[in-house]
């Protein structure tokens, strides 16, 4: 496994996992207008390697507050990812967050898991 820490000037913790073909993106903090390039820019370089992962998840377990930028950025990425054949998953939605992406109606787009579920890729409802 390969731990890459990504240092941002925002009130967010970005880490990258890499286990085989697969890269789970760890968030902590808060993901808002002022942290959302720095995740942007952590994805789409994630997403333009040239050997893209199978599958990135990305965990929020660990986020406090997300806003619109945040899942804006989020469908951004699971596009170019859709578009690459790469799986794009959520992980680890819970409280407010999980809240944000019903409320939204952009849960149905993604394949998520809320933190209480195994890494099995169901959709939380």
């Known amino acids: 496994m390969t ?15 890499q286990v085989g073909k697969d890269a789970t ?3 902590s903090g808060r993901v808002d ?8 820019d952590r994805l789409r370089t994630l997403l333009s390697e040239e050997s893209l992962p199978e599958t990135i998840i990305v965990d929020l ?3 406090s507050y997300i806003e619109t930028s945040g ?3 989020l469908i951004e990425a699971l596009r170019i990812a859709r578009h690459h054949q ?6 680890g939605l819970s409280g407010a967050v999980l809240r944000l992406f019903q409320v939204t109606g952009v849960l ?10 195994s890494d099995s890729g169901q959709k939380v409802s």
């Open 25 to 27: 993106v760890r968030l």
């Open 108 to 117: 149905a787009l993604f394949e998520a898991s809320s933190s209480g579920q």
């Open 33 to 40: 207008v002022d942290s959302s390039p720095d995740l942007r």
């Open 3 to 17: 731990r890459i820490a990504i240092p941002s000037s925002s009130n967010l913790e970005i880490s990258v996992d």
């Open 86 to 91: 790469t799986n794009f998953r959520l992980q």
């Open 61 to 63: 377990a660990s986020v």
């Open 71 to 73: 899942v804006a950025t």
